[in-house]
């Protein structure tokens, strides 16, 4: 499955640069030159999409391709000079070539109301506003660092939400309810009270059911992953939440989790206006402020969450205060603060 000049050179590589937006050059020991042309995807692509980038491999890279982690297809060719036939071609098919260096990369995301049963918000059509609106980025490296963009549909946060720049994640705002007729039928009780992080759900004998307790209830939707008698979903209360400064490489300082900025965004499809504008705003309040290789949750470790939340023009409410276990660590403790 490897290009030749992979197989020959592996662990040998030497270093490499990047060309520019898009293009790679690795260099082995041996001198051999390995380029590499990165292009978007939509992640969620059809067969025909799979067969004409194919035969685009065949044409330009004897045949090799190859999809990151971040779902962009890279080819992988020996010869420079099918590097510009390359772009050309892939461009006219509406492909955009980019997401090297400082830029903003593909949005790791999830299945939304494409696929999956418990989602709060939906994956593919969220991802296209939003990256229709920050292209720019895509295909050029002016911003400061990397900034990685995930989206969950929700708090299964299946993917990276919890370790990105900027991450949108779908939640529910009202507590399930309960399907006590069939409940006994489709679910195993242990297991679904087992399954609350609040202990919010305790039996109901008398029904063979279980009964929630509304005010213990932070609508996780774990329960109803765990029971199909359990139904979270609704139209009107589901909506987006912005979270920000995560990042999960040792560069400079270690790995972070991403931390609530924004609580409350309605579920606007197709485009999502307001959370489209929100990311476009956090994207660039960093990128104006932060210092050269500094990615978003080192600049806000930097300047202070408050002065962080004051140039953000965002409202500090109850909802950003962690009342979870080990809260306590999250509290300041110390008199240094920013007025
Ligand atoms: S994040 Fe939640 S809703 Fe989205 S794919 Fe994962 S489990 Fe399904
Ligand atoms: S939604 Fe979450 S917090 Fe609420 S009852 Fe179900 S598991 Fe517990």
Not at 205 to 220: F, Q
Not at 238 to 247: E, F
Not at 291 to 309: A, L, V
């Amino acid at each position: 499955m490897l290009p030749p000049i992979i197989k020959e050179n592996y662990g040998k590589w030497k270093y490499h640069e990047i060309l520019k937006p898009g293009v790679l050059v690795h260099v082995s020991e041996s001198g051999a030159e390995l380029y590499t042309v990165r292009v978007g995807s939509p992640r969620l692509i059809s067969i025909y999409f799979i067969r004409d980038i194919c035969e685009i491999a065949d044409k330009y890279c004897d045949g090799y391709l190859r999809f990151t982690s971040r779902n962009n297809i890279e080819f992988l060719l020996s010869n420079k000079d099918n590097i510009e036939p390359l772009i050309a071609e892939v461009k006219a098919k509406g492909l955009p070539v980019g997401g090297t260096g400082n830029s903003i990369t593909n949005m790791v995301h999830t299945q939304g109301w494409v696929h999956c049963h418990t989602p709060a918000t939906d994956a593919s059509g969220i991802v296209k506003a939003v990256m229709d609106e920050l292209f720019e980025y895509f295909e050029t490296m002016k911003l400061p660092a990397k900034m990685r963009i995930s989206l969950a549909c929700c708090l299964n946060m299946c993917g990276a939400v919890h370790c990105s720049d900027i991450a949108i994640l779908g939640i529910h705002r009202k507590a399930p309810v309960i399907n006590h007729e069939n409940l006994k039928n489709f679910c195993e009780i242990p297991t679904v009270i087992a399954s609350c992080p609040t202990a919010a759900i305790r039996p109901n004998p008398k029904l063979k059911s279980v009964e929630i307790k509304e005010e213990r209830c932070m609508y996780c939707g774990n329960c109803y992953t765990m029971c199909p008698s359990i139904q979270i979903i609704d139209p009107e209360n589901d909506a987006i939440s912005i979270w920000v400064g995560g990042k999960v490489s040792n560069a400079r300082s270690t790995p972070m989790f991403s931390r609530l900025a924004i609580p409350y965004l309605p579920n606007n499809p197709p485009r999502w206006p307001e959370v489209v504008d929100a990311v476009k705003k956090l994207v660039e309040l960093w990128a104006a402020n932060a210092k050269q290789g500094e990615r978003m949750g080192e600049w806000i470790e930097r300047i202070g969450w408050e002065k962080f939340f004051q140039l953000a023009e965002l409202p500090f409410t109850d909802k950003h205060i962690d009342d979870f276990t080990y809260a306590v660590t999250t509290f300041r403790s110390t008199t240094q603060f920013k007025w």
